[in-house]
């Protein structure tokens, strides 16, 4: 552990469930999450000022699609966020991109559409625009980034092991806890003279004895390292980051140009020169402009990493790579050269007990805008389970998912995006012209690709494992509606027993409106045409209808549940586990919400339908699927003469396990799926401090 020598130091021994390193998109959005499910933490963040550059630009589907998800969350006592409408309305769609060769417009390739979600194109928003949206909702729910803080060091103490550290005894002997050296400097700011110019570098500077500082050591159950590149935490913990450095010379300039083609729209630019820029439009004449510069020569790599690239040496530059086109520069934003790093982490995690996330755990090429979504994402698998295991309802090894899980994501992204950009920077006679013919035929092409392109981030599928498991007594569905996908949308309407006929009576909305979150499992009861009226024996006994029995089941499921993994937390008479646990005196469980979902039916069965059409959101409403019941097909369900299924969905909307039927047996295998996973009342652990 660090060495702390100097007097102006002050320790404390502050405590808190979870640290959260790195206050860039992924760091505040786990913070966001942590805080939507009751979790006390800390987040502190390195540089005293929000970063105003642009650096990512593109929110993927999936990403929208999760945003979505928790600006319709009304399940916590918090003030309602609206991540959606604020990105929606503070970025654009992404528009076609218009292939040049010099001056001449080459070809025009659409922008690739998605038909699997309800966001069709990518959004096109600078990074700076992200991280100031998501703090500002992070700080409506309360909250607060701690800046000017830096790691110094960190590590795992295990039961039993070091029981003193910096003269201070370990008051938790006999547990395993992360503790953290932090400090903050008294005067000035972090920046160290000898940090590298060049953006991409994954190497840690080395510290100045120049400056003095305030010192804690932080204990703390669990440590999120959303802390970049050069994660501080992954040198620290000796995680291996191996892959490859592109010998590639690539500027990245931000700001206003004219120029003699359109800079209003996104180009790919190729000059006389065989060389290649991406522009992507700002507005008002700001552009985003990434340009090959060819291989780096020997030993330039270190100038670069120590001297500022000025504007005249970048006109001079670019006018040498894309002529005929010109760009005259007017200002500059922003102007850095990039160094391409395609590196997976060796691992994700340090026993248990702290992950990587974002780039800390994986960098790669910009191509395909994968970064800061996959960052965005990694947080979304983990802080669920992270949330369940220090609540007492999962055990710790649910954590082990999340590196089994996204290590996998990783490695495709990585590979997906080496592809793309290897195909825009490349070199030599034949590849260019390949990339040339690619570039004609795309327009072409690439509107046939079946579910859109794999870029938007829907079709990543998680692998069987401790939580995504088959009904081991019934054969699996086709492979696209097995465990681990994710959750499709599709519209429904919201029906009583009055209006199920007439549609245009109904109040419609999607089912992604339903999946509130975070932090809450969702079932859904498809009922194919199950509900409609047995005109053969006239059934006159509302207790033997499958309406009545399918209510029945889902009270008794959710009392049950809400014993199980909800009033057995609120007894406790510890008020500080009460704050990480949500209140609930009904016996309803708040972590699980079952939907119901009906295919049309033409003689519903009016009588009976009443006992799940008053019922309340999550606790059994029925709601109709629209579209010639597109939902039932979307999750491979008949919808004339089945059984009916239950899907049960993970808080991160991904199918965890599935069964056909809606009987009694069905609901009793769910059961058992959920006693699986979960921690039961007589196994419940001590909250975790």
Same mark, same amino acid.
Request: include cysteine.
């Given at each position: 552990?660090? &060495?702390?020598?100097?007097?102006? #130091?002050?320790?404390?021994?502050?405590?808190?469930?979870?640290?959260?390193?790195?206050?860039g998109?992924?760091?505040?959005?786990?913070?966001?999450?942590?805080?939507?499910?009751?979790?006390?933490?800390?987040?502190?963040?390195?540089?005293?000022?929000?970063?105003?550059?642009?650096? &990512?630009?593109?929110?993927?589907?999936?990403?929208?699609?999760?945003?979505?998800?928790?600006?319709h969350?009304?399940?916590?006592?918090?003030?309602?966020?609206?991540?959606?409408?604020?990105?929606?309305?503070?970025?654009?769609?992404?528009?076609?991109?218009?292939?040049?060769?010099?001056?001449?417009?080459?070809?025009?390739?659409?922008?690739?559409?998605?038909?699997?979600?309800?966001?069709?194109?990518?959004?096109?928003?600078?990074?700076?625009?992200?991280?100031?949206?998501?703090?500002?909702?992070?700080?409506?729910?309360?909250?607060q980034?701690?800046?000017?803080w830096?790691?110094?060091?960190?590590?795992?103490?295990?039961?039993?092991?070091?029981e003193?550290?910096?003269g201070?005894?370990?008051p938790?002997?006999?547990?395993?806890?992360?503790?953290?050296?932090?400090?903050?400097?008294?005067?000035?700011?972090?920046?160290?003279?000898?940090?590298?110019?060049?953006?991409?570098?994954?190497?840690?500077?080395?510290?100045?004895?120049?400056?003095?500082?305030?010192?804690?050591?932080?204990?703390?159950?669990?440590?999120?390292?959303?802390?970049?590149?050069? &994660?501080?935490?992954?040198?620290?913990?000796?995680?291996?980051?191996?892959?490859?450095?592109?010998?590639?010379?690539?500027?990245?300039?931000?700001?206003?140009?004219?120029?003699?083609?359109?800079?209003?729209?996104?180009?790919?630019?190729?000059?006389?020169?065989?060389?290649?820029?991406?522009?992507?439009?700002?507005?008002?004449?700001?552009?985003?402009?990434?340009?090959?510069?060819?291989?780096?020569?020997?030993?330039?790599?270190?100038?670069?990493?120590?001297?500022?690239?000025?504007?005249?040496?970048?006109?001079?530059?670019?006018?040498?790579?894309?002529?005929?086109?010109?760009?005259?520069?007017?200002?500059?934003?922003?102007?850095?050269?990039?160094?391409?790093?395609?590196?997976?982490?060796?691992?994700?995690?340090?026993?248990?007990?702290?992950?990587?996330?974002?780039?800390?755990?994986?960098?790669?090429?910009?191509?395909?805008?994968?970064?800061?979504?996959?960052?965005?994402?990694?947080?979304?698998?983990?802080?669920?389970?992270?949330?369940?295991?220090?609540?007492?309802?999962?055990?710790?090894?649910?954590?082990?998912?999340?590196?089994?899980?996204?290590?996998?994501?990783?490695?495709?992204?990585?590979?997906?995006?080496?592809?793309?950009?290897?195909?825009?920077?490349?070199?030599?006679?034949?590849?260019?012209?390949?990339?040339?013919?690619?570039?004609?035929?795309?327009?072409?092409?690439l509107?046939?690709?079946?579910?859109?392109?794999?870029?938007?981030?829907?079709?990543?599928?998680?692998?069987?494992?401790?939580?995504?498991?088959?009904?081991?007594?019934?054969?699996?569905?086709?492979?696209?509606?097995?465990?681990?996908?994710?959750?499709?949308?599709?519209?429904l309407?919201?029906?009583?027993?009055?209006?199920?006929?007439?549609?245009?009576?109904?109040?419609?909305?999607?089912?992604?409106?339903?999946l509130?979150?975070?932090?809450?499992?969702?079932?859904?009861?498809?009922? &194919?045409?199950?509900?409609?009226?047995?005109?053969?024996?006239?059934?006159?006994?509302?207790?033997?209808?499958?309406?009545?029995?399918?209510?029945?089941?889902?009270?008794?499921?959710?009392?049950?549940?809400?014993?199980?993994?909800?009033?057995?937390?609120?007894?406790?008479?510890?008020?500080?586990?009460?704050?990480?646990?949500?209140?609930?005196?009904?016996?309803?469980?708040?972590?699980?919400?079952?939907?119901?979902?009906?295919?049309?039916?033409?003689?519903?069965d009016?009588?009976?339908?009443?006992?799940?059409?008053?019922?309340?959101?999550?606790?059994?409403?029925?709601?109709?699927?629209?579209?010639?019941?597109?939902?039932?097909?979307?999750?491979?369900?008949?919808t004339?003469g089945?059984?009916?299924?239950?899907v049960?969905?993970?808080?991160? #909307?991904?199918?965890?396990?599935?069964?056909?039927?809606?009987?009694?047996?069905?609901?009793?295998?769910?059961?058992?799926?959920?006693?699986?996973?979960?921690?039961?009342?007589?196994?419940?652990?001590?909250?975790?401090?």
């Amino acid at each position: 552990m660090l &060495s702390l020598n100097t007097s102006s #130091s002050t320790f404390t021994q502050p405590s808190t469930p979870v640290l959260i390193v790195g206050a860039g998109p992924t760091g505040i959005f786990a913070g966001l999450l942590l805080t939507k499910m009751g979790i006390p933490h800390r987040l502190i963040e390195r540089q005293h000022e929000v970063s105003k550059l642009s650096k &990512s630009l593109v929110i993927h589907a999936r990403t929208l699609e999760i945003f979505h998800m928790l600006s319709h969350d009304h399940s916590h006592n918090l003030p309602k966020i609206d991540l959606i409408n604020k990105f929606m309305n503070s970025g654009t769609f992404l528009a076609d991109f218009h292939c040049y060769l010099g001056t001449k417009l080459f070809s025009t390739i659409p922008m690739l559409r998605n038909s699997e979600s309800h966001f069709t194109e990518a959004l096109l928003i600078e990074q700076s625009k992200t991280v100031t949206i998501l703090t500002e909702e992070y700080e409506k729910l309360g909250g607060q980034i701690e800046r000017g803080w830096e790691l110094m060091d960190t590590r795992v103490i295990e039961e039993g092991k070091g029981e003193e550290s910096f003269g201070v005894s370990n008051p938790q002997k006999g547990k395993t806890f992360v503790e953290t050296t932090i400090r903050r400097v008294k005067a000035g700011v972090n920046i160290r003279s000898n940090e590298s110019k060049v953006l991409g570098a994954i190497e840690l500077e080395a510290d100045l004895k120049d400056k003095e500082y305030d010192y804690e050591v932080v204990r703390s159950e669990y440590l999120i390292a959303s802390d970049g590149g050069k &994660s501080t935490v992954r040198h620290k913990l000796n995680i291996a980051f191996p892959g490859r450095t592109l010998g590639k010379n690539i500027i990245i300039y931000d700001g206003q140009v004219t120029a003699n083609i359109p800079v209003d729209k996104i180009l790919i630019l190729i000059g006389d020169s065989g060389r290649t820029a991406i522009s992507f439009p700002l507005g008002d004449n700001r552009i985003r402009l990434m340009l090959d510069c060819g291989d780096i020569a020997p030993g330039n790599d270190k100038i670069q990493e120590a001297e500022e690239l000025t504007i005249p040496k970048f006109q001079k530059i670019l006018d040498e790579a894309i002529s005929p086109a010109k760009m005259q520069i007017l200002d500059c934003k922003w102007l850095t050269y990039y160094r391409v790093n395609e590196r997976l982490a060796d691992r994700y995690s340090d026993k248990g007990r702290i992950f990587l996330c974002g780039d800390a755990a994986h960098v790669h090429s910009p191509a395909g805008g994968q970064g800061l979504n996959m960052g965005l994402q990694d947080a979304f698998n983990l802080t669920w389970k992270m949330s369940l295991v220090l609540k007492g309802s999962a055990p710790g090894s649910i954590l082990d998912t999340y590196e089994a899980e996204h290590s996998e994501v990783a490695r495709n992204i990585v590979k997906l995006s080496a592809g793309l950009f290897g195909g825009v920077i490349a070199e030599g006679f034949w590849q260019k012209l390949l990339k040339r013919f690619a570039l004609l035929t795309a327009p072409y092409i690439l509107p046939r690709i079946p579910q859109g392109p794999p870029m938007c981030m829907l079709r990543i599928r998680y692998r069987e494992n401790n939580i995504n498991r088959r009904c081991p007594t019934q054969s699996a569905p086709a492979e696209e509606f097995q465990v681990g996908v994710r959750a499709r949308d599709g519209a429904l309407s919201i029906i009583c027993t009055e209006n199920l006929r007439d549609v245009n009576e109904q109040q419609h909305l999607r089912l992604h409106d339903l999946l509130i979150g975070p932090g809450i499992f969702h079932i859904l009861v498809f009922t &194919s045409d199950m509900l409609a009226k047995d005109i053969a024996t006239d059934l006159k006994d509302i207790r033997t209808t499958v309406a009545y029995n399918l209510s029945k089941n889902i009270e008794t499921s959710l009392a049950t549940w809400g014993v199980n993994w909800e009033q057995t937390q609120n007894n406790t008479g510890d008020d500080a586990k009460n704050k990480y646990r949500r209140n609930s005196n009904t016996g309803q469980s708040k972590m699980f919400m079952i939907h119901v979902i009906t295919a049309p039916i033409s003689q519903p069965d009016f009588e009976t339908l009443s006992v799940l059409t008053n019922k309340s959101f999550g606790a059994g409403k029925l709601y109709l699927d629209e579209d010639a019941a597109l939902l039932h097909r979307r999750y491979g369900i008949p919808t004339r003469g089945g059984p009916g299924s239950i899907v049960l969905l993970r808080p991160d #909307s991904y199918i965890a396990y599935r069964v056909q039927g809606v009987s009694d047996s069905a609901w009793m295998d769910v059961d058992k799926y959920l006693n699986s996973i979960l921690i039961l009342p007589s196994k419940n652990v001590e909250l975790r401090l």
